[in-house]
């Protein structure tokens, strides 16, 4: 299981690949669409990316419910027992 | 039966993958690493990793498919360079193909477009009417038919054609021909031009591919349509179901050059058009489509209109594209 710390790598990671913004300069406040420019598509991709590197169980109808960085990294807390 | 799914992750592939999984079958699903597979993965669905710039990605994972679905076929997220568009489908297409006959597969299913379906001034078309050359009706109509020319010029494996109308129903998160059903159903009346949608369900698609995968048609291009209708009467149906005052039909002139305009701001970073160019086109171009024969080919009963936006906007209202209560107009139409 992953460390809280290095699951917040991982998505900074994969957030940061696919939009435009460096790891470091991201947010957990940041919005994915209107601070991040990922539109629907991409947000659902990178939720994808991050199921598989993690190998977490998230459904589509959750994955549509995240807004916001600090969404991401609850949900995948949530998923692997860490909150 | 191996059977190979190119494109497992998009709108008509997922639904694919859920009728071949409910047949029984165990449908091997080439995915891109940069995809949505969340529901692939709930599915349970088997894997590969492959781009289709890859041959030898793409031939290991068709390695000896006795039956491979190419829904991959490209898509041009924007119209403005027909020379790359067409470029970028051709390459890709002719890496899958030696890569299938690389991999010695036994026939593939190559899923194409009713872009392809040409007009026939006296009777509504069927499998038989197609272009001679690329129409010349915009990016998408040329693509698709180029495509469609090289998939049935090929000659190592059997291929099979097949033009699904647009696709409606569950599953399609790009908002792609879905996106005035959702506008309606968002309370937003949509713009459109007018001209013919030839619309099908895509669960009835997904049908239509299982069966074809279990026969040999006589002819090498099916068409799957379930109605041609004007798209000023679709429309006006939806609205009537969302209590939505629907808006007269735009020039085509003018539809092209909101979606360019659309396009445009999409290209500069901003959202997804409304109105693609591509669905301009294919609408204010759409010919009148009997699709009888390969309805009755296939053993097929199409789903109406009615059951497909109910399946739809079930779907959408679960995945959050349908955000606010709807008050539906009770009185149903057929």
């Not at chain 1, 990294?73 to 949530?78: D, G, N, T, Y």
């Not at chain 2, 039966?1 to 071949?20: C, D, H, K, T």
């Not at chain 2, 001679?132 to 998939?151: M, N």
């Not at chain 2, 031009?193 to 090498?220: F, H, K």
Request: glycine letters at 8%.
């Amino acid at each position: 299981m992953q460390e809280p710390q290095s699951v917040q790598k991982v998505i900074l990671e994969i957030v940061a690949e696919l939009s435009t913004s460096r790891p470091q300069q991201i947010k957990d406040t940041d919005r994915l669409r209107e601070d991040l420019g990922l539109d629907s598509v991409s947000s659902m991709e990178m939720l994808s990316m991050l199921a598989e590197r993690l190998d977490l169980d998230v459904s589509l109808e959750e994955a549509m419910q995240v807004n916001t960085v600090g969404e991401v990294i609850a949900l995948s807390e949530r998923r692997l027992g860490k909150a | 039966m191996s059977v190979v799914i190119l494109g497992a992750a998009g709108f008509l592939g997922v639904n694919l993958v859920e009728r071949l999984l409910a047949d029984g079958a165990a449908p091997r699903c080439v995915r891109r690493r940069r995809t949505n597979v969340l529901h692939l993965r709930a599915l349970g669905a088997q894997m590969v990793e492959a781009e289709l710039h890859d041959a030898e990605a793409l031939a290991r994972a068709l390695d000896r498919a006795e039956l491979v679905y190419h829904l991959a076929g490209h898509y041009p997220r924007f119209s403005n360079d027909p020379a790359a568009t067409l470029a970028t489908g051709l390459t890709e297409l002719e890496v899958v193909l030696g890569a299938a006959a690389k991999a010695k597969v036994g026939r593939m299913i190559f899923v194409s477009s009713t872009a392809t379906v040409a007009g026939h001034p006296f009777r509504p078309s069927t499998e038989l009417d197609v272009y001679l050359q690329a129409p010349g009706l915009g990016v998408y109509h040329d693509l698709k038919w180029s495509l469609e020319a090289r998939a049935l010029a090929e000659d190592r494996f059997p291929v099979t054609v097949v033009c699904p109308g647009a696709c409606l129903g569950p599953w399609d998160l790009r908002n792609g021909t879905s996106s005035v059903l959702l506008q309606f159903a968002r309370r937003e009346a949509p713009e459109y031009p007018e001209g013919n949608v030839s619309w099908v369900d895509v669960r009835d698609v997904a049908l239509g591919l299982s069966r074809l995968g279990e026969i040999t048609p006589p002819e090498r291009r099916l068409v799957l349509v379930a109605k041609s209708e004007a798209m000023s009467h679709l429309g006006a149906r939806v609205a009537e179901r969302y209590g939505v005052e629907p808006r007269p039909p735009l020039e085509a002139e003018v539809a092209r050059q909101r979606a360019d305009l659309e396009e445009a701001r999409a290209r500069a970073g901003g959202p997804r058009p409304n109105m693609a160019r591509e669905l301009v086109d294919l609408i204010v171009h759409g010919p009148r489509i009997d699709a009888e024969w390969s309805r009755a080919q296939l053993g097929l009963g199409y789903r109406s209109f009615d059951d497909t936006l109910e399946a739809y906007e079930g779907w959408a209202r679960r995945m959050n594209l349908i955000a606010r209560p709807l008050v539906v107009a009770q009185e149903r139409w057929g």
